[in-house]
């Protein structure tokens, strides 16, 4: 599916038709499981989209994600002792980095589980 209008050719409906069949399987209400294949499938995109400008960034710029850090760390630590953003400076010192696989399946997995919360609950329409 495409972000922006469908198409509507039979290979695309026949990808929406399976996409809605498997999310069908949470709800009998097909306008939730239409929201359902909605908001993932922006998920999707919006998790290909990110990695996809670190790739063109490193393409530009000629620097791995590990050579940019390098290269703005004196500044970064400026940043963490001048005690200005204390959230910031606790992210750098103590939180994990994590790869952008293990951000997706992270996000997704609380995607889902929101979705089946709502489903089971019988969802609240906006």
Sequence with gaps: MSPTRPAL????????????GAASGLTADI???????????????GA??????????QRRTGQTEQQW???VGSYIKEVVASGQYPQFARRVVE????????????GLDCLLDGLAGRAAGGAVRP
């Design 95 to 106: 939180a994990e980095d994590h790869s952008f696989q293990e951000l997706f399946d992270f």
């Design 9 to 20: 050719g039979p290979h695309a409906l026949r990808q929406l038709d399976t996409t809605l």
């Design 69 to 71: 850090r390098a290269s």
């Design 31 to 45: 306008t939730l499981a239409s929201d359902v294949v909605t908001v993932v499938t922006q998920y999707v995109f």
């Design 48 to 57: 290909v989209a990110r990695e996809l400008a670190e790739q063109e960034a």
